[in-house]
């Protein structure tokens, strides 16, 4: 094969579309296989790393197609080799620094989560609009003026940003953040946002989630929903 052909499937590689599904469920693959690795295991089954991942075997054999061929019919995969080809589809080997907008308890316990680190994510920078807040030491950030986000992105060339507002401020932010140059916001406020082609936005809204977890209690109690109106 010669280098241009190389390239050139290089290039497509690069650009296949993998459905969303699959993309969400990449990180759990990857997780599980670090897990694999710290035991000590080289190789694996589909149905080993499917249980590791909590997902059936057909689920994850059809989601890693989508990356290429990587097991051995008899063998398995390689721990190693499928951790880096999933780490590298998803990013992860390079970091990507990180601005969050709020820093109230959310947004403070955020920054200081240490699991970010171990996945190729750094928070850079902290932005609010508290005059008592900015110019605040929070571990070794300084928090920032959201007046000078635009200084701060650029000066640490930060493409994802963090929204951990309250609900009536997070179109502005989500506003500024663009405006800025951010392409890929996650959004804690309990309110959706409205952003240009481009940009993508993940929504994390705890309290629904809790809602849903609660359903999930109510039915297996048997009890009887009671509508509030």
């Not at 969050?100 to 932005?127: D, K, M, P, Q």
């Not at 003026?145 to 609900?167: C, F, K, Q, W, Y």
């Not at 996650?186 to 952003?195: E, G, K, Q, R």
Request: proline residues 3%; glycine residues 8%.
């Amino acid at each position: 094969m010669t280098l241009i052909h190389t390239i050139e499937n290089s290039s497509r590689s690069v650009q296949r579309s993998i459905p969303d599904a699959t993309v969400a469920r990449l990180p759990i693959y990857l997780r599980a296989l670090k897990s694999l690795a710290e035991q000590g295991i080289t190789t694996c089954a589909s149905q080993e790393l499917a249980q590791s991942a909590g997902v059936n075997p057909a689920k994850l054999r059809k989601d890693l197609s989508h990356l290429g061929s990587f097991g051995t019919r008899g063998v398995g995969y390689d721990v190693e080799y499928l951790r880096y080809q999933i780490a590298r589809e998803i990013g992860q080997t390079q970091d990507w620094d990180v601005v969050i907008i709020g820093v109230g308890n959310l947004g403070e316990a955020l920054s200081n989560y240490g699991g970010f680190s171990t996945r190729g994510i750094r928070i850079a920078a902290l932005v609010d609009v508290d005059p008592q807040r900015i110019g605040q030491k929070i571990g070794a950030l300084t928090v920032a003026a959201l007046d000078d986000l635009e200084t701060v992105v650029a000066a640490s060339n930060i493409s994802i940003g963090i929204i951990a507002t309250p609900a009536e401020a997070a179109q502005g932010v989500a506003d500024r953040l663009v405006e800025s140059g951010i392409t890929s916001i996650l959004n804690f406020a309990p309110a959706l946002v409205s952003v240009p082609d481009g940009v993508d936005v993940r929504k994390v809204d705890l309290a629904i989630e809790l809602q849903i977890l609660a359903y999930h209690e109510q039915r297996k109690s048997g009890e009887p929903t009671v509508v509030n109106v």
